[in-house]
């Protein structure tokens, strides 16, 4: 439990701690060395383990950095706001329901 909590505290503090302990990729191996390292998962748990879950995970963590860095994020984020500018609550929702829905 006292990992799971310290990978939690790592992953909210990310943005002050990132100059000490790197990215949330670096911050994800925390609970792997700590579970492998003290035994808790054996050699076997490791060779079964579902790496390609793993690769997804971390290609969603590179492609929103790339997003963010190349200024992608900030141009959407505008548009959306100059879309949905003067509408009510209800509408934004229902807008975003069916973007969701359809995706």
Known sequence: V?????????WCGNTWLQPFVGGMGITALVPMV?????GVLSKEDFESFPWSVVMLAMGGIVLGDAVH???????????????VQGLSVWHVLLMFGAVIGVV
Do not use: D, P
Not at 2 to 10: H, I, P, R, S, Y
Not at 34 to 38: K, Y
Not at 69 to 81: I, K, Y
């Open 69 to 83: 860095s190349s200024g992608l994020l900030h141009w959407m984020a505008h548009q959306v706001e100059a879309t």
């Open 2 to 10: 006292g990992v799971c909590v310290v990978t939690m505290a790592l």
């Open 34 to 38: 700590a579970f492998f390292g003290f």
